[in-house]
């Protein structure tokens, strides 16, 4: 059983990891649907016979922009640059690395690795193509690889490295990668 770890939480499941996976595109494909759509938030605050208060809208606000992994000394750079490769893929690699099912995937592991460690200069790309798959795609395995091919497609064209696109698009592609490196 393959284990991927954070330094909050172990997954030892790969019926866990596929529905994160899920969830992770979900809240992506929804971000970049709302980002790109509109530049404000308008907030409206519940009715009174839901609060017991009166109705009112709150201004417009401008969304902020995304954090990038730009500047050293903060934790977006440092996650980008150094925590996600160092400690949570080392991790994976310490924990796994005698399983079947991770050595069959530890070329695609390493070459996300290689990536990583190369974060500031290597430009980000799509999902692999090259990857074998044991079965044929099902059809909600090629709609999500779409809606990555989406979400990823104004960081590619710009021509964005791990540290100049939106950290947390890149954080959720990391763990992405990591998930079709190793068959789930």
Known sequence: MITT?????????STSLS???VRLSIVLS????FHSSSNTCAMTIPS????????RSKPALDIPPPLLSL???TWAFDTMSRRINEEILQRTYDENKDE???QAGLEEFNALRAELQGAAVNKV?????????EHELSDEEKIERIQWKDILEPFVSNGD???SAPWLVMEFYVYRRLMEAIGL
């Open 161 to 163: 490295t791990w540290l």
């Open 30 to 33: 929804l971000w970049s649907s």
């Open 48 to 55: 009174s016979s839901q609060t017991g208060t009166s109705s």
């Open 125 to 133: 790309g799509y999902l692999p193509e090259s990857v074998d798959f």
């Open 71 to 73: 500047t050293p000394g």
């Open 5 to 13: 770890t954070t330094t909050t939480t172990t997954t030892t499941s």
């Open 100 to 102: 079947p099912a991770f």
């Open 19 to 21: 529905s994160i996976l």
